[in-house]
């Protein structure tokens, strides 16, 4: 079975624009995460959806946005992009919610702001 | 509030010899905790995970970890490195909070296996 794939692998772009990144669960997952890296930092928690509605939101400003489709697929959407959003941007899928699941997280997406 | 941390920012170790990772972490409630690796430009792998159960938690590529509920640590261990384990290691403490599974990751440790 295909992992959780991701794309673009690599981007980039000015401050102002705006960006929209990729993701695809593995089959038979209805939960994805996204999540920022910032280089020499772990993971942090953007959004979680599950069935296609939003369940958590991390501290991230109302810029970054995000969708979930009917095959469970997802988009991250960031508007007026800052220098501070280059990042590695990871989306993760899991079978469920309930905490007590691993994720499984795809290659990410290098987004760099110049 | 949840919170990890992990203390070194790198561990070094000889080829052979056994390894640990040091993790402690804060939740409210039955703690859910993970050791996720990382390799260079690419995403998190899960390693192991502990829910409920046996402290001692094995997982993939060797690697075990020893939940202690009183010291609030998960501490990541494998009996004999190897130079291909050099990689970065996360540790991870979820739990069901408002519909969602919130998981807050530490910073990371650096693991270096030298030949």
């Known amino acids: 079975d295909a992992g959780v794939t991701q794309s673009p692998t690599h981007l980039i772009k000015t401050r102002g624009q705006h960006v929209t990144l990729r993701c695809s669960p593995i089959?038979?997952?209805?939960?994805v995460s996204w999540y920022q890296q910032v280089l020499g930092q772990g993971p942090q928690f953007i959004f979680q959806?599950?069935?296609?509605?939003?369940?958590g939101r991390g501290n991230f400003p109302d810029r970054f946005s995000a969708r979930q489709f009917p095959n469970y697929s997802s988009e991250l959407n960031v508007n007026a992009l800052l220098l501070g959003d280059s990042a590695l941007y990871l989306c993760?899928?899991?079978?469920?919610?309930?905490?007590?699941?691993?994720?499984?997280f795809g290659p990410g997406t290098r987004l760099t702001v110049t | 509030a949840q919170s990890v941390a992990q203390p070194e920012d790198q561990v070094n170790v000889a080829e052979g010899n056994p390894l640990t990772v040091k993790c402690t972490y804060s939740?409210?409630?039955?703690?859910?905790l993970f050791w996720y690796v990382q390799y260079p430009n690419r995403g998190l792998q899960f390693l192991l995970k502990?829910?409920?159960?046996?402290?001692l938690v094995k997982g993939s590529y060797g690697f075990e970890a020893e939940f202690n509920k009183s010291q609030t640590s998960f501490h990541l261990k494998k009996p004999s490195a190897l130079v291909s384990d050099s990689a970065l290691y996360f540790c991870?403490?979820?739990?069901?909070?408002?519909?969602?599974?919130?998981?807050?990751f530490g910073i990371g440790t650096k693991l270096q296996v030298i030949p």
């Open positions: 502990y829910i409920t159960g046996d402290n």
């Open positions: 991870a403490v979820s739990r069901y909070s408002g519909g969602y599974q919130k998981v807050t």
């Open positions: 993760a899928s899991s079978g469920a919610t309930t905490g007590s699941y691993e994720q499984y």
């Open positions: 089959s038979g997952h209805k939960s």
């Open positions: 959806y599950y069935e296609k509605e939003e369940r």
């Open positions: 939740v409210s409630g039955n703690p859910y």
